[in-house]
């Protein structure tokens, strides 16, 4: 028997195209053994979205190649997409696909191995590309929630944002085989499922078949289902309606990823983001006045061309102010080929870190707020594993994306129970279960 490793990089909607691909191999016959052990097939889903992505998938490729030099080593994803020059250059990538076809990856690799040279699938996008249909069939071990991908691809163009030109343009996928892949996981165990995709607030855009609200209420029809949890989300599609209509659904968790990137308009002008701080503060205002108990997390980027002290404090402020319950701090790090790379005035490293330092100390302070909201309130955790930071404990998340750790003598992966939280650390809470 033949065995195939994968190793994943990036964003969940890899992880989810990766656990597809691992169900074509095991379906082809092959076993699926560690990555960090000899295999006969490699397969390293690549991630471009900093330097450091790029480095490491050639790290993880140049690692598979050595631990066992006679093994095909395919290299698929965004790095692939927009990088093929670099990657034929290296002699340990046997086969390169890149972001499309993947569904294709057994065939190719059959292909591959008969190959006396190293083969490249990546191809340019279609006019009218449509949706790649991997689908997940069976439940992971130990997992609890399941990510769905609905949608591919991006036409924001951000200028700092290479994944238009690796993912290609908007492609929805029929909301049949959605509610399908959904209810044959829910059949499987999974209680959670996350709606996933490039830029979700795009979907059925390209089809006109339905909307993200409208494939929000077919899977929250399905039966068994507990929750329903959507991937980040463009701020301004969270109009007065669609805030109206969602708060109304039960299973939908009362947790929302609206990427903010700048707290300064004049910043999100140069980066092309589709609103203005002012529109933001806003949109989340709706949120938490129509559902109570609301998480909104973001995304904010520092050391942006052009960023200056006075931008920056304006981000600071802003963020400050509107006290998000988790921010995701990062460096602004260029991408050849978008138009931000080419600005002038780029942010020197040590400033860009010690923004970044700060930012980090604001999110802490924040998170710690929005914990200390619910200290001695009883919610509902679906649990998911053994705490790797508190011994004997079992960890689990809220709906509103408060991770718990409760004290357990038993395994309680994928139970969702009443839990009493306690007391609130830097970035989780303890909790007691409720008997």
């Known amino acids: 028997m033949k065995t195939a490793a994968f190793y994943t990089l990036g964003c969940k909607v890899n992880q989810y195209e990766t656990d597809a691909m691992e169900e ?12 960090n052990q000899p295999a006969d097939i490699y397969v390293i889903n690549t991630c471009t979205v900093t330097h450091h992505s790029d480095s490491k998938s050639r790290q993880m490729i140049r690692r598979a190649k050595k631990q066992n030099p006679a093994a095909l080593v395919v290299v698929v994803g965004c790095y ?8 034929r250059m290296m002699p340990e990538a046997d086969l390169i696909i890149g972001t499309v076809d993947k569904s294709r990856i057994i065939e190719l690799v059959e292909k591959a191995l008969k190959a006396s040279d190293p083969v490249s699938a990546v191809r340019e996008f279609r006019v009218e590309e449509f949706f790649d249909d991997l689908r ?15 949608q591919e691809g991006c036409r924001q163009f951000c200028t700092y944002c290479i994944i238009p030109y690796a993912r290609g343009p908007v492609r929805s996928r029929k909301p049949d085989r959605v509610v399908e892949e959904v209810e044959g996981l829910v059949s499987q165990g999974y209680k959670e499922i996350v709606l996933t995709g490039i830029h979700i607030a ?6 006109g078949d339905t ?15 507990e929750r329903i949890r959507l991937s980040s989300l463009e701020p301004t599609f969270l109009s007065k309606e669609f805030v109206e209509e969602i708060s109304v659904l039960d299973k939908l968790c009362r947790h929302f990823h609206l990427s903010l990137q700048s707290g300064c308009d004049e910043t999100l002008r140069r980066m092309n983001r589709k609103y203005t701080s002012g529109e933001y503060r806003r949109i989340v205002d709706r949120i938490r006045d129509r559902i109570p108990g609301v ?15 006075e931008e920056y404090s304006k981000t600071y402020e802003f963020l400050e102010q509107i006290c998000l319950s988790d921010m995701h701090i990062f460096k602004y790090s260029p991408r050849a080929g978008t138009p931000a790379a080419g600005f002038k005035d780029q942010v020197d490293g040590r400033v860009k870190d010690s923004r970044s330092k700060e930012l980090i100390k604001l999110a802490d302070r924040c998170r710690k707020k929005f914990y200390g909201r619910f200290i001695g309130q009883t919610m509902d955790v679906l649990f998911e594993q053994w705490s790797k930071t508190v011994k004997g404990h079992y960890e689990g998340l ?7 750790v409760v004290p357990a003598d038993e395994d309680l992966n994928n139970r969702i129970l009443q839990v009493n939280l ?7 809470v303890i909790g007691r279960l409720v008997c």
């Open 24 to 35: 074509l191999f095991l379906k082809a016959g092959y076993k699926k053994v560690d990555f």
């Open 80 to 87: 692939a997409q927009v990088a093929y020059d670099e990657l």
């Open 136 to 150: 997940l069939e069976k439940r992971h071990s130990g997992r609890t929630r399941a990510f769905i991908k609905i």
């Open 202 to 207: 795009s979907y059925g855009m390209d089809t």
């Open 211 to 225: 909307d993200l609200l409208g494939i929000i209420k077919k899977v929250h029809r399905i039966e068994g289902l």
């Open 295 to 309: 998480a909104v997390t973001t995304d904010v980027m520092v050391g942006f061309p052009g960023e200056t002290d």
């Open 398 to 404: 809220t709906d509103n994306y408060i991770r718990v």
């Open 422 to 428: 306690a007391e609130s650390r830097k970035d989780y």
